[in-house]
């Protein structure tokens, strides 16, 4: 019986051994593990060209390599030939996995790649804007394929790559926009490597498809193999059985690539404030782990009150406006409760799939260009988690709307006549959504003493547009709900 060792890469948290000791492919495994590693290299020295450089031909030489020691032991494997001759078919056909094969033989033989730096300006004056840019990147992924690259949003701009932060700002101030707008608009800086042979696609996104690829074809020769191929550990606390600790998902939810490889942006995006030419860094976004024995405590103490029953066939699987309407009211009285009790609510994102948690990111921020980064972080989180449902509960102002003599919105936390409301808001994979306001008014203190006076919840039909970047990773547009269900099982 082989032996499974089940241990995270201390390099990423999502790369674990896939197969037994003494599994035939162990070795095609181990190239694969570390291409994987250096994908991250080149990710962690973007804007260092030589760093760069030599993590992208480590990385192009292990992901051939993983072919190569998978047919060093064709002789081991009984049907080998005849599955691999219909595998290597469909290799071809793939653009950028010829690439890879190209690539390889310049590294190896004659030079290295002739790699090209581009330079892309985004401006980013709301949540909308920031969702184009995710729809953006992600459009790239589902095309990879083909090697047929589409349009890009029109708010992108491609400029000389010589040119400084400084020069582009200074270009930017003939752009006619309203003072308002201008104060909070966020322009966003990507930094591209293409090699002039495949110059449409940035270099990690290649590497990430072509890991994808060679991920699903060593699943797909361990099937030959009739052995199982370990996805993801079982968490400590569902284990009952250790020799069958494992489960095998039903496949990643990003066509074979890892978690981490879902967007490439956080690495290649520079965020400046189109006001005063300053680097956006003061946001934050804390993963959260949920503590079974701080929840009992809090529970059992009574601080937050009595908390309401979560009602799991209410919820389902979340892909509903009926649904998520229940998740919503359900998770604002458990914000009622934390209100009363005089303590900062504070601002999370919550990430379900299946119906199930999958994780939880606490935000903080000071501006508007924060909240815009922030936004993009829990789009690029729901990927990677493979989340079909998100939730964001937090504080905010709200005001009615007026208009600035040059034709913007006041901005509700500048409005004179504000109020305090916490918001509640979720969208599903489906392009289903819910919402709603629960309004309070602070009688007195500061949190965690604060006293206050809670009014009614208020429930939306929609979510708030710092939502609308998760949606558009999902590749939602205009169609909700069941509708959009049905465009996409005509598409299919």
Not at 224 to 237: A, C, D, T, W, Y
Not at 385 to 393: E, F, P, Q, Y
Request: charged content about 25%.
């Amino acid at each position: 019986m082989f032996k499974y060792t089940i241990k995270r890469a201390a390099w990423c948290e999502h790369e674990y051994k896939h197969c037994p000791s003494g599994c035939p492919i162990e070795t095609a495994e181990n190239r694969l593990r570390e291409a994987h590693r250096r994908w991250h290299d080149c990710a962690d020295s973007y804007n260092s060209p030589e760093d760069f450089r030599d993590g992208l031909n480590s990385a192009i030489q292990a992901l051939r390599n993983v072919t190569f020691a998978l047919q060093s032991v064709k002789s081991e494997i009984d049907g080998f030939e005849s599955w691999y001759a219909e595998e290597q078919d469909l290799m071809k056909a793939d653009p950028v996995l010829r690439w890879i094969v190209a690539s390889r033989n310049t590294i190896v033989k004659q030079d290295d790649l002739k790699t090209l730096s581009q330079l892309k300006v985004t401006v980013v004056p709301s949540y909308d804007a920031e969702a184009a840019s995710v729809a953006d990147e992600q459009m790239a992924w589902s095309e990879l394929p083909h090697a047929k690259p589409g349009a890009v949003v029109d708010t992108t701009l491609d400029v000389p790559v010589e040119l400084t932060i400084e020069e582009v700002l200074a270009e930017l101030t003939h752009v006619d926009l309203p003072m308002s707008i201008r104060q909070e608009a966020t322009v966003l800086f990507e930094h591209r490597w293409v090699d002039e042979k495949m110059s449409s696609y940035e270099l990690l996104a290649l590497l990430a498809h072509s890991y994808g690829h060679l991920n699903s074809l060593l699943t797909r020769c361990h099937e030959l193999l009739n052995m199982r191929r370990v996805r993801i550990p079982i968490p400590e606390s569902d284990k009952e059985n250790r020799v069958e600790a494992f489960e095998e998902l039903e496949g990643l939810s990003i066509n074979e690539r890892l978690p981490c490889m879902s967007s490439t942006r956080q690495y290649r995006i520079t965020r400046i404030r189109l006001a005063d030419g300053s680097e956006v860094k003061e946001f934050k976004n804390w993963h959260v782990e949920y503590d079974a024995a701080v929840a009992k405590e809090a529970v059992e103490s009574g601080i937050y009150g009595v908390q309401p029953e979560f009602d799991h066939d209410a919820v389902g699987e979340m892909q509903t406006d009926t649904q998520l309407g229940v998740l919503v009211a359900t998770y604002a009285e458990i914000a009622r409760g934390i209100l009363r009790s005089g303590q900062d609510h504070g601002w999370f994102s919550y990430f379900f799939r299946k119906g199930r948690m999958a994780g939880a990111l606490v935000h903080a921020t000071i501006d508007k260009q924060g909240k815009h980064a922030i936004a993009s972080e829990i789009s690029r989180k729901a990927l990677e988690l493979g989340a079909d449902t998100v939730l964001m509960i937090g504080e905010a102002w709200t005001s009615k709307m007026e208009q600035t003599p040059d034709g913007a919105y006041v901005p509700p936390s500048l409005h004179p006549e504000k109020t305090e409301v916490l918001v509640v808001d979720a969208v599903s994979k489906s392009g289903a959504t819910a919402g709603g306001i629960l309004s309070f008014h602070t009688l007195a203190g500061e949190p965690p003493h604060r006293e206050v006076e809670i009014g009614e919840f208020t429930t939306q039909s929609s979510a708030s547009n710092i939502l609308s970047p998760t949606r558009a990773a999902w590749g939602i547009r205009a169609l909700a709900g069941a509708a959009f269900w049905r465009a996409q099982t005509k598409a299919r």
